[in-house]
């Protein structure tokens, strides 16, 4: 005989819960706290920044007496002498000295650098990721490594203490991070532009010059302030580079050597006001730069992202 079927009962189903979405006063809420935090976090952050620089100028207007009796005091007599006094001390020469070599490393970095980009970014062929990670790597490797190996090579070519020395070595130095931000940016670019003007017979040197360089502007000068501030504020190169290497060779001292040496050349006699206004000198052009194109580098960074 066979055994009697189990009669199965059914189980009723729990009820569903609902999820209450959170009131609207609650996100409000969360959404005022975190204004707060990030907006008062901003604020300290600005002030940490802008108060040094403020403290700075202002200093450049006082004496010797003023500094050492209050150092956060405010200047007694305003007078823009002590920027002349720095100016003839040799800040003047060093600040020619560095625009001179800026003139020329930071268009030769952005065209080096777009170019290699694009053509790493445009044109598949063997060998392509392993020439791009080669760049990228030259930004992670410590320019403190090279500085010996570096010193000889640019000895060997007789361009020790030259413009022309430290403008190929600052070019060399900020290629890395050139061709991996504009690699990055020309990515982004539409492909149909390319081939429309391949179609109409323009050549690849004309599409990259006529059509896609100047698709690429906002990038070009995100990463063309980048890189001058990063050579205008460059210390260990210049010092390694730029010494006379004879009693007849000329100083050719940058900005940032420049400041050193007016510290050295006080010696016991101090004047600090000199030292400030010197410094205020090399900061205030990088500041004009910034200020000047901050959209265009917000513009620049956000792009790749939003397109």
Same mark, same amino acid.
């Given at each position: 005989m066979s055994a009697p079927l189990k009669e199965t009962v059914p189980v009723p189903a729990e009820p569903a819960v609902e999820k209450v979405p959170p009131r609207a006063g609650e996100r409000r809420g969360e959404g005022v706290t975190l204004n707060a935090f990030s907006h008062g976090f901003l604020a300290l952050w600005a002030l940490m920044i802008v108060l040094p620089l403020l403290w700075l100028v202002l200093s450049s207007f006082k004496t010797d007496a003023q500094i050492a009796g209050s150092a956060f005091g405010w200047p007694e007599n305003w007078t823009f002498d002590v920027f002349t006094r720095a100016w003839e001390k040799g800040i003047g020469d060093y600040f020619l000295n560095t625009v001179v070599v800026l003139a020329f490393s930071v268009p030769l970095t952005m065209l080096f650098g777009s170019m290699a980009a694009y053509v790493l970014a445009r044109y598949p062929f063997r060998g392509n990721r392993f020439l791009y990670y080669f760049f990228v790597a030259g930004a992670m490797f410590p320019v403190f490594l090279a500085l @010996?190996? #570096? %010193? !000889?090579?640019?000895? $060997? #070519?007789? &361009?020790?203490? *030259?413009?022309?020395?430290? @403008?190929? @070595?600052?070019? /060399?130095?900020? &290629?890395?991070? *050139? @061709?991996? !931000?504009?690699? /990055? %940016? %020309? $990515? *982004?670019?539409p492909t149909a532009v390319f081939e429309a003007a391949i179609l109409d017979g323009a050549s690849h040197t004309r599409t990259f010059f006529q059509v896609m360089l100047p698709m690429a502007k906002p990038g070009l000068i995100s990463v063309g302030i980048f890189n001058t501030l990063g050579q205008w504020n460059q210390f260990i190169l210049p010092t390694v580079l730029m010494q006379p290497q004879s009693g007849d060779d000329p100083e050719r001292y940058v900005l940032t050597q420049g400041l050193i040496q007016l510290q050295q050349q006080q010696g016991y006699a101090s004047d600090l006001p000199v030292l400030f206004a010197g410094v205020t000198i090399a900061m205030i052009p990088m500041l004009v730069v910034y200020l000047s194109f901050q959209r265009q580098v917000q513009a620049g960074l956000t792009s790749a992202t939003l397109k």
């Open positions: @010996v190996p #570096l %010193f !000889f090579m640019v000895k $060997r #070519l007789d &361009m020790l203490n *030259t413009y022309q020395g430290l @403008v190929l @070595v600052y070019v /060399a130095y900020s &290629m890395p991070f *050139t @061709v991996f !931000f504009m690699h /990055a %940016f %020309f $990515r *982004t670019l």
